[in-house]
């Protein structure tokens, strides 16, 4: 009650000749047809819930309307400013006004309400779609019939679309302010290891046949890392199968990139190598005889080519002289990796932030890359898709 702010329940009785036929000799319980089957003397518990419910609806109106208004404007409100993913509900009216919102609901279980309407939607829609195009004959049609069915399929798959890269997008937003968050320092003063932000980006100890895509985020650092052929994660190079090697370092990521594709046969080498090492963030006390990654990701190039291949599902990659290696070391820049860096003859970058650099004898590309630009970069990156979802 809005004016005593107190909770209440509304009882209501009905009263019927059906019910007087159908009641038990104790007068405990109604008889109603049951699984759907169909009896000419008993209606189903659906049927009378369907007959009353605009009978309560009409006769507490004004209560009604006003929790309904509620209740949309909790979601509608969560919507804009939480989930836009969920927008494509707004144009099915009839879904919001079926989910059911209590008080002090959390905001996880809207969301799970939310979620469970889009992927009804999801499966009516694919459903629709498909009928559409089974339907599609062109012997049958004519070209204006055909068009208004394409174009029916296409309005479907686009809202559908629009949708899942809108939750794509907001899960880039949270995963950007996450590894923000995890370069702030942390209540003890200490800042977060270098396996907190490696693990954002890719997982530790797997390798891509056991890491879905959407739980990888190599675009953090270049977009072009998503799309590989095979990548490992902190894992011994002896561990990887057909690399003629004994050593056990642990790159923190190595991705292998596809085959040349003008290369037919079972022996078409990889485009490239990628390499990432990253150093915890703020750190200070590198050993200078033997702390020095740029020696560090030059030995791992090194230990890979002279592996001279890797084996992926019986298929041989060779890893040959002409293949390029491009490695990022991402860490925070201080006067001993200034020094490393002069030594090692690399140059600022256009923003004086990081350095790059060639290494011939290794054929190897080199940059050296702060947390603070990863985290600038992936920004302006995705800024445009941030300004449209309004997130």
């Not at 049927?47 to 208004?69: C, D, T």
């Not at 879904?95 to 209590?102: A, C, D, K, R, S």
């Not at 679309?161 to 997008?169: C, D, E, G, H, T």
């Not at 078409?268 to 033997?290: G, H, I, Q, T, W």
Request: proline share 3%; hydrophobic share 35%.
């Amino acid at each position: 009650d809005e004016e005593t702010g107190k909770y209440y329940l509304i009882a209501g009785y009905i009263e019927s000749d059906y019910f007087d036929r159908n009641v038990n000799d104790e007068r405990t319980e109604i008889e109603f047809s049951k699984d759907g089957l169909f009896d000419a003397e008993l209606i189903s518990k659906q049927e009378l819930y369907a007959a009353i419910e605009p009978v309560i609806r009409k006769h507490f109106e004004n209560v009604v309307e006003n929790f309904r208004q509620k209740k949309l404007d909790t979601l509608n409100s969560f919507i804009a400013e939480k989930a836009p993913q969920y927008r494509i509900l707004a144009k099915h009216s009839a879904v919001l006004e079926n989910i059911v919102v209590t008080e002090n609901m959390s905001e996880q279980d809207i969301d799970l309400k939310l979620y469970k309407a889009y992927q009804d939607i999801d499966f009516e829609s694919r459903k629709e779609v498909n009928k559409i195009l089974q339907s599609i004959t062109e012997a049958e049609e004519n070209p204006d019939t055909l068009r208004d069915k394409y174009l029916v399929v296409l309005h479907n798959l686009s809202e559908l679309n629009k949708s899942k890269l809108a939750q794509y997008v907001v899960h880039r937003k949270y995963i950007i302010e996450l590894f923000e968050k995890s370069l702030d320092l942390n209540q003890k003063g200490k800042y977060e290891l270098e396996k907190t932000i490696h693990d954002i980006v890719f997982p530790t100890k797997k390798d891509s046949d056991e890491v879905l895509f959407e739980d990888q985020n190599l675009w953090l650092i270049d977009e072009r890392l998503s799309f590989h052929t095979f990548l490992t994660s902190d894992k011994p190079l002896n561990s990887i199968e057909g690399l003629e090697t004994e050593s056990i370092d642990r790159p923190d990521l190595l991705i292998f990139n596809n085959p040349i594709s003008f290369i037919e046969g079972e022996d078409a080498p990889f485009n490239s190598v990628v390499l990432v090492e990253f150093k915890r963030p703020m750190r200070d006390n590198y050993d200078p005889e033997k702390d020095n990654p740029i020696e560090q990701i030059y030995d791992y190039v090194s230990k890979i080519r002279a592996g001279k291949q890797i084996t992926r599902k019986g298929r041989r990659y060779p890893i040959k002289d002409e293949t390029w290696f491009y490695t990022y070391l991402v860490c925070d820049i201080n006067d001993k990796i200034e020094k490393w860096a002069s030594y090692a003859q690399l140059s600022k970058t256009y923003d004086g932030l990081g350095y790059y650099g060639y290494n011939k004898d290794l054929r190897c590309m080199i940059e050296i890359l702060t947390f603070d630009q990863v985290l600038a970069n992936a920004k302006k990156r995705n800024r445009v898709l941030f300004n449209k979802l309004g997130v």
